[in-house]
């Protein structure tokens, strides 16, 4: 279920940020690793999303390498701007999945 939930909530988001329009074989989109329960699942499905749209996904390798390189944090604006200059990013997505009420989970979904 949470596939699906994180697969809407993205495509969501990602509608509400970027345009379909922008959103091209052109587009580079950052995803960092997610934080949280099923979080290899949401990101997944995150992921999925954005290559459906087209775009490429520089994965959280890529993200992370230079981030070490630029001794950037990519938790912070200044961070993600930094990295995504240099990678040439349209976009970069975080993640954070976490329980809510009833059991079931939640994941918040941010587009910077």
Not at 47 to 54: F, H, N, P, R, T
Request: include cysteine; charged fraction near 20%; charge should be neutral.
């Amino acid at each position: 279920m949470i596939t699906r939930a994180c697969c809407w909530i993205a495509l969501i988001v990602l509608s509400g940020s970027i345009s379909a329009r922008t959103v091209s074989a052109q587009a580079r989109i950052g995803v960092s690793p997610f934080e949280g329960p099923a979080a290899s699942r949401a990101r997944a499905a995150v992921v999925q999303a954005i290559e459906k749209d087209g775009a490429t996904v520089v994965g959280e390798n890529d993200l992370e390498a230079v981030a070490d390189a630029l001794h950037a944090d990519i938790a912070t604006d200044e961070g993600r701007m930094s990295i995504a200059r240099e990678l040439k990013l349209s976009a970069v997505v975080t993640g954070v999945v976490e329980h809510a009420r009833g059991g079931q989970l939640k994941a918040r979904i941010t587009v910077y």
